[in-house]
C-alpha cells in the first residue's frame, strides 16, 4: 500500500510539472549522469533531438554541429537525446556514444542521457513534447525527431526525422526566434 502511495504521488508530481511549469523544469541526466534540466538554456533557442548512432539518418549529426556553430553564439543550442526506441539503433553505453559522436562527427552540443521517447517508460520530457496539450502532439516517429524550443521555454516548431537540420526550413525558423525578444 505505502508503494502504490509512492508511485501515485510521484506521478501526480509528474503531471503537475508538466501541467503547471515549464520543459524546463522537467528533471534530465547528462550523457554523464549528472543531473540537469533544460533551464541551463533558458533564454536560448534550443532545438531537441532524438539522436542514434546506427540510424539512416546518423548522418544528419554532421548538420546538427553545423548549425550547433553557426548559431551558438547567437544564444542557440542543439542538444542530443540517444535514444534506443526505434529500430535498437542506440545500444550503445554513455561512453560509447560520446565517443562514437566525437570521433565520428566531433559534436560538440550537449548530449543527454539515454531516454525513451514513446512507449511506457516515455521520459516525462518527451511527454510533454508529444502528448495531448503538447504545441505539436503525436508520437515521434523515427530518431531524429526535431522540436525547436523558443527563449521562453516553449516549443515553437517540430519537425520529423527526414528534414535536415541545415534545410532551409530549420535554418529560418532558428534565426527568426533567435532574432525575437
Known sequence: MIKTLGIIGGLMAMAATLTAG??????????DGKDTSLKKFSGKVVLLVNV?????????YTGL???????GKQGFSVVGFPCNDFGAQEPGTPEEIKEFCKSTYDVKFPLMAKLHVKGD???PLYTAL???EA???GP???????????????????????VEPTSAEITKAIETAIAAN
Open 130 to 132: 508529444t502528448g495531448k
Open 52 to 60: 542514434a548512432s546506427k540510424c539512416g539518418y546518423t548522418k544528419q
Open 22 to 31: 515549464s520543459i524546463q523544469d522537467i528533471p534530465l541526466k547528462d550523457i
Open 140 to 162: 515521434v516517429k523515427w530518431n531524429f525527431g526535431k522540436f525547436l524550443v523558443g527563449k521562453d521555454g516553449k516549443v515553437i516548431k517540430r519537425w520529423d526525422s527526414g
Open 65 to 71: 554541429e553545423a548549425i550547433h556553430e553557426k548559431y
Open 121 to 123: 517508460e516515455q521520459h
Open 135 to 137: 504545441a505539436f502532439p
